[in-house]
């Protein structure tokens, strides 16, 4: 059984910075295609990044494209999320997910959930 954890989320200033990371146990991440999801209570879970197992290919939703970068060590079995000019809007719970096959960010196509980490940008 896989199981992530997040970790990094915090309440930071419009502007700032955070990262985020994701360390997966039960199995090697490298079998794995990751992904950061979000949400906001009231609304649907926003597809946020992904990667492909090799740490090639990341995809990213079009909110956070050009703010927002994916990596992954596998070697570590450990993902992240490094978020930079956060917004207000960028509130959300952070969710990691994991999935055997490419989910094209779709929350439904997800095998795995971690339980969340909150991120608050907030002046």
């Known amino acids: 059984q896989v199981q992530l954890v997040e970790a990094g989320g915090a309440t930071v200033q419009p502007g700032g910075s955070l990262n985020l990371s994701c360390v997966v146990s039960?199995?090697?991440?490298?079998?794995?295609?990751m992904y950061w999801f979000r949400q906001v209570p009231g609304k649907e879970r926003e597809g946020v990044a992904g990667i492909l197992s090799s740490g090639l290919g990341p995809a990213y939703g079009d909110s956070v494209r050009g703010r927002f970068r994916i990596s992954r060590d596998n070697a570590k079995n450990i993902v992240y999320l490094q978020m930079n000019s956060l917004k207000p809007e960028d509130t959300a719970m952070y969710y990691c997910?994991?999935?055997?096959?490419?989910?094209?960010?779709?929350?439904?196509?997800?095998?795995?959930w971690g339980k969340g980490t909150q991120v608050t940008i907030s002046s």
């Open positions: 039960g199995d090697p991440s490298s079998r794995y295609y």
């Open positions: 997910a994991a999935a055997r096959t490419w989910g094209r960010l779709v929350p439904e196509r997800m095998d795995y």
